[in-house]
């Protein structure tokens, strides 16, 4: 069990200690980022964005996934994940562990996203146009309706385009 009670700030900069523990949590995180590199470059690249390495503790493995679907498809590949892990970086791997954390899925939507809006292509925006029949039937409940919404309905026929107010009586 850990240690709860309170403690001075100065063990975390105290250079006298071999290690402190800062330069400790430093060298892990560092650890835990190599890991994960090196995961993301074995696992298929469609899977980059919604998963990453949360820890490696006494040879197991922990990743984490945005979702089920993920997860799932996560899990068909553990087993080339474990041998390729263990081949290349860490013999002592025995097990992978995968857990489902919902923040990833937002992250990794804003990373597809991303990608996406690379300017590959210039697209339109998709214009809404109103049909001339449209405007025609909002006319009609426009006729039947209190002043202020017939006001609106009416301007909103006028939007439809010349070819409406070309068939208007």
């Known amino acids: 069990m850990r240690d709860s009670r ?3 700030i100065e063990i975390f900069f105290d250079q ?3 290690q402190s523990v800062l330069q400790q949590v430093q060298q892990r995180a560092i650890a835990l980022n190599q890991l994960n590199r090196a995961v993301q470059g074995i696992i298929p690249a469609q899977l980059h964005p919604w998963c990453r390495v949360a820890n490696f503790r006494q040879g197991i493995l922990v990743i984490e996934t945005a979702n089920a679907s993920w997860l799932m498809r996560l899990r068909y590949e553990q087993s080339s994940l474990l041998s390729a892990l263990r081949s290349q970086i860490l013999p002592s791997l025995t097990a ?3 857990r489902i954390n919902p923040s990833l899925a ?3 939507q804003k990373s597809v996203q991303e990608s996406s809006t690379q300017p590959t292509t210039v697209e339109k925006p998709l214009l809404r146009q109103l049909s001339a029949d449209s405007a025609e039937i909002l006319r009609g409940v426009a006729e039947r309706s209190p002043k202020k919404l017939k006001e609106t309905l009416e301007r909103l026929a006028a939007r439809a385009g010349e070819s409406t107010r070309s068939t208007s009586r």
């Open 6 to 8: 309170p403690q001075s």
């Open 16 to 18: 006298a200690q071999q």
């Open 96 to 98: 992978i562990d995968i």
């Open 106 to 108: 937002a992250k990794g």
